[in-house]
Structure formats: structure tokens, C-alpha cells
């Protein structure tokens, strides 16, 4: 019998593939939705009391804490305990690129799956990127997959080994989940685990943490140099990545060839890409910027002086590794959100920091703006959070497309 531990996406998407194949299994969930419970019932599926020793598997959606209570004790009694990604793996040995690291992971997941794609490869881009990987595999028209892997994720894998592994960066994230610097790298570094000969690892020669742990891995080691700018970076990492699984999938294609039309792609919303100029200054969307080495790479790239928009929910970010680039490119600090004059105050010795109070995102933001072109006429605005939306948007993506609509309904932007 199967539990599925957490509905949501994943959860949902578990359920869906269990459906599919005619697998008993129920579901619990600490605090569910009504909408999620009507989906459940509708592929036939009833919650469930979770009870030691009933369960061979369980699937437990990313959300839910690795020393859960309940989890805890279903271990204990014999249960296994896995993720999503997991039993897609298990299920259909696809051909997988796994893409992990604290920055970058969602765009060179797409531009990896797209450079395949243009190749002739029946792929697309799934994981922690939309739709879930379980939600995909059964397809039988896919050839291959670029997944991108969260901290989360990688905490429930077992035997998972992806043909090849793309480690970006280790930075600072998850505090909050993980509890310490340390787990949250181990976490990541779990994708290394399964690596043998056969599979191929690329990974980021300029990060000393990514280097230390590809020297450990017994995989074929392919590395790249990080490019001046996240973009530069993700194009050089999706290029080897994509020609490495095209090497084994006896498609190759130059690396030359494969990084310029990475170049061409278009960006990923709410990824460091200018929306648009008012006045001299350029507005610039960084919405997935919730970890500091996201932030560190946007306030190096935007023009300075920069008005920053930054706050929302803490992770636990490292505000003192942002000290000196502030202290030299920042004019001003606009704090947003529930916890961003907290973190701001950190700022306050090195530059202006300006406490927004408005409990609305959208209204947040617009005095953000206003307050940014009141001290500016040249450099940017960076809407770059160092945190999560969920106090104020329903995701990065929602808060993207409000500063953008700000950003457009501005007189002269675009030009």
C-alpha cells in the first residue's frame, strides 16, 4: 500500500500517476485545500489515517519537513520514505538531465530542455520547474527530460541518477528548512550520491565547494566557467549540459554551437531581464532573487547607483555577504514585505534604507517605484526580494507580473 504524504502539485501529480496505473494508494495531509481534497476524490482517492507499519511507500511532497513527526515514525516501522522525482525515475529510465545549485536552476533547466528540443529531441523541462517529473514520464512520445531539482527534492532521493548532473553553485538558502549552511549543502550534494562512471557531471569550476565535491565524484567530469552575468553563466551550463546527453543519445553537437543558441533564447520572466526605461533608468526584474548569491549576481549586473526593492518572507539569508556590494552600488534600499524592515536594518550603516508599509503587494511595490524615482535619474530599480512572496503574492511569478504591469503603466517605459 501506498501513502501519499501531502497533496499540493506534487502530491496531486503523484495521485494522477498512481491513478493511471491502477496502484492502491490514499493520501493524508496535514492542513489540505478544498480544491485539493475534490481533485483526490475525483481519481478515486480518500485520505487516510497514517498508521505504522501499514505502508510499504511513501511519497512525500516536498513541502513536507524531512523530520516530520509522522514521517519519522513511518521509517521507524519499515516504511520508505521517498519523493516525487524518485519514483518517476523508478518507473522509466529516461534519459535525465538533473539540475541543481542554489542560483540559476529554472533557467538553464528550460534553456537546456530547448537546445535538445532544437536538436530534434523530444524533451521539455519539468521538476521543481512546472509540471512535476512524475507528471511527465509516462509520456510516450518524450525522449528526454531536463529536471530541476530543489533541496527539498534531493532530501528523497534514494537510487535516483540522472545520465547527467549539472551542479551550478552552493550558496546560502532554506536556512529556515534546513537548519543549518551545512544540510542544506548536503542536500544539494545528494545528487552526486548514485553518480558512477557511466553518468556525467557538470559542474561550476570558478565555485570552490563545486569543485571540492566533483573531485569526490566518480562520474565523467565536464566543467564551466561562470560568465560575467547570470545569464552568461546558465547558457554555458545548459550548453555542456545538453551536449553531454546528446553525446549519449549519439546526437552530438559543439559546445560553440550549442552555447550561441543559448545565448538566443529568450529569458525566463522574473529573471534578471530589463522590462523597461523611464527617464534614464532601467527597471529590472529579479523576482526569483530570494537567495543571496541571486541577489550578489543582480547588484553586480544592474547599473548603478540602484534603488533595490527587497523583503517579502526571510529564508534565512546572509545579509553580511551583501555588505560591500551595497555599500558601493546601492543609493537606496526600499523594504517591502512582512519581514523586510527587519532585514533592511542590516543596510542601514552603509546606505538610505526606506521601510514600505503597505500590506498589499501591489501597493508595496508601487511606492517602491515611486520612492526609487524620486532619488534617481540614471542607474536602476532592482526588484531583487532576498525573499519569498508568500506574505503579500501567491508566488515570484504573481510578483513579477505586478512589478512589470507597474513598470509598463509608467509614461515612457519601454523606450
Given amino acids: 500500500m501506498t501513502l501519499v504524504f501531502g497533496l499540493g502539485r506534487s502530491g496531486l501529480a503523484v495521485l494522477e500517476f498512481l491513478a493511471r496505473r491502477r496502484r492502491q494508494a490514499c493520501f493524508y495531509d496535514d492542513n489540505p485545500r478544498p480544491k485539493d481534497l475534490q481533485r483526490a476524490g475525483a481519481l478515486g482517492f480518500s485520505a487516510c489515517q ?73 524533451a521539455r523541462a519539468a521538476g521543481n520547474i512546472d509540471p512535476p517529473l512524475i ?17 527539498f527534492q534531493l532530501e528523497r532521493i534514494t537510487r535516483f541518477a ?58 565523467e567530469k565536464v566543467a564551466f566557467a561562470a560568465g560575467g552575468t547570470p545569464r552568461l553563466s546558465n547558457a554555458r551550463a545548459a550548453a555542456r549540459a545538453a551536449g553531454a546527453l546528446l ?58 547607483p540602484i534603488a533595490w526593492i527587497m523583503g517579502g518572507m ?20 526600499l523594504a517591502v514585505g512582512r519581514d523586510g524592515a527587519r532585514m533592511a536594518e542590516r543596510f542601514a550603516k552603509v546606505t538610505e534604507v526606506v521601510a514600505i508599509n503597505e500590506e498589499s503587494g501591489e501597493e508595496a511595490l508601487a511606492e517602491a517605484i515611486a520612492s526609487a524615482m524620486s532619488r534617481l535619474q540614471r542607474g536602476s530599480v532592482l526588484l531583487a526580494p532576498l525573499a519569498t512572496s508568500f506574505d503579500q503574492f501567491a508566488d515570484y511569478k504573481e510578483r513579477s507580473r505586478v512589478f512589470r504591469k507597474l513598470v509598463s503603466s509608467m509614461e515612457g517605459a519601454g523606450g
Fill in 162 to 219: 540522472p545520465e547527467v548532473a549539472v551542479l551550478l553553485n552552493l550558496g546560502t538558502d532554506h536556512i529556515d528548512r534546513h537548519g543549518s549552511l551545512e544540510r542544506y549543502h548536503a542536500a544539494k550534494l545528494r545528487l552526486l550520491e548514485n553518480l558512477t562512471p557511466a553518468h556525467t557531471l557538470v559542474y561550476n569550476s570558478a565555485d570552490p565547494r563545486v569543485a571540492a565535491a566533483a573531485e569526490r565524484c566518480a562520474a
Fill in 135 to 151: 507528471a511527465v514520464i509516462d509520456d510516450p512520445r518524450l525522449e528526454a527530460a531536463a529536471v530541476e531539482l530543489s533541496s
Fill in 50 to 122: 497514517v498508521e505504522e507499519g501499514r505502508f510499504n511507500t511513501v511519497v512525500a511532497a516536498p513541502g513536507v519537513p524531512i523530520d516530520h513527526p509522522l514521517l519519522r515514525n513511518l521509517a521507524r516501522n519499515g516504511a520508505e520514505i521517498i519523493g516525487e522525482v524518485e519514483l518517476a525515475w523508478r518507473s522509466r529510465r529516461l534519459p535525465l538531465v538533473g539540475i541543481t545549485g542554489t542560483a540559476g536552476k529554472t533557467t538553464t533547466t528550460a534553456f537546456t530542455a530547448q537546445l535538445l528540443q532544437r536538436r530534434g529531441v523530444r
Fill in 247 to 304: 553525446q549519449k543519445m549519439a546526437r552530438p553537437a559543439s559546445y560553440e554551437d550549442l552555447y550561441n543558441e543559448a545565448l538566443s533564447l529568450a529569458a525566463v520572466p522574473g529573471r534578471f531581464e530589463e522590462v523597461g526605461r523611464v527617464n534614464g533608468v532601467s527597471f529590472i526584474d529579479d523576482s526569483i532573487a530570494t537567495r543571496t548569491q541571486s541577489v550578489l549576481a543582480a547588484l553586480k549586473a544592474a547599473p548603478e
Fill in 314 to 333: 526571510d529564508k534565512g539569508a546572509d545579509l553580511d555577504e551583501l555588505l560591500p556590494l551595497v555599500r558601493q552600488k546601492v543609493r537606496v534600499v
